[in-house]
Nanobody
Framework: VQLQASGGGLVQPGGSLRLSCTASGFTLDHYAIAWIRQAPGKEREWVSCISSSDGSTYYADSVKGRLTISRDNAKNTVYLLMNSLKSEDTAVYYC?????????????WGQGTQVTVSS
């Protein structure tokens, strides 16, 4: 049972990336998926979440309008499309699953994928 985050990389300011969070050993249908990031020397920061029931989405103010979370249950994957990236978006991005609703305790964590925004 595991979550795997992927899609990170080095991108210039203003660029885009799409992160993926894929589950193996269980199905994501009944889980809300959150993205949480941690920049060097800083606390973990919740970024976004998509619920399992109706696909409601939630965003931190710092990323609203630039990031879009979506899910494809047929592929057992949740995506985070990141546009207009800024240097302050540089962090390791983790995905985490909580049963049914956003804001619950996380049952599973992915290993993280590095996003670096730099010219």
């Amino acid at each position: 049972v595991q979550l795997q985050a992927s899609g990170g990389g080095l991108v210039q300011p203003g660029g885009s990336l799409r992160l993926s969070c894929t589950a193996s050993g269980f199905t994501l249908d009944h889980y809300a998926i959150a993205w949480i990031r941690q920049a060097p020397g800083k606390e973990r920061e919740w970024v976004s979440c998509i619920s399992s029931s109706d696909g409601s989405t939630y965003y931190a103010d710092s990323v609203k309008g630039r990031l879009t979370i979506s899910r494809d249950n047929a592929k057992n994957t949740v995506y985070l499309l990141m546009n207009s990236l800024k240097s302050e978006d540089t962090a390791v991005y983790y995905c985490a699953a909580s049963f049914r609703r956003c804001g619950g305790n996380y049952n599973y964590w992915g290993q993280g994928t590095q996003v670096t925004v730099s010219s």
